[in-house]
């Protein structure tokens, strides 16, 4: 089998000093590392967790589009909060990233601490599949 792998970096992308990739394409998936609320210096940015988390999904979808994938290509997300207390809002919002119809596989958690003291953390994968119009 002929697989390719490729490590998805580059302009646009938070510039970390951690050592990680930002995703890792496999063939037709794209594993995205997690993200966080950090700007494209690297900076973390405190906000509140509604703010944090529209970062990090921010920072999520640039990763997928530098690999070349979509949001419909999304098949599972995997949320890590500081305080589950938050959910509501979070859920809200991803609510409006993700139309019912088109809504991932999901995991939430709550953990007693995230990289720079952060809220949240979106981590996922993505795969490129032929599209159909029906659902399962």
């Known amino acids: 089998m002929n697989s390719k792998k490729y490590i998805v970096k580059g302009e646009g992308l938070p510039n970390w000093s951690n050592p ?25 940015v405190c906000g509140t967790a509604l703010e944090e988390a529209k970062i990090a999904f921010k920072n999520f979808f640039a990763v997928l589009k530098k690999a070349n994938f979509d949001n419909d290509d999304i098949v599972f997300i995997d949320i890590a909060f500081d305080d589950l207390e938050n959910l509501p809002e979070i859920n809200n919002l991803f609510c409006s990233l993700f139309p019912e119809n088109k809504r991932p596989a999901r995991t939430v958690y709550e953990v007693k601490k995230l990289p720079f003291g952060g809220k949240i953390k979106v981590t996922g994968t993505a795969v490129k599949v032929l599209r159909n119009k029906t659902n399962i």
């Open 20 to 44: 990680i990739s930002h995703g890792v394409v496999v063939n037709n998936m794209c594993f995205v590392s997690g993200q966080l609320s950090v700007d494209k210096e690297g900076q973390y």
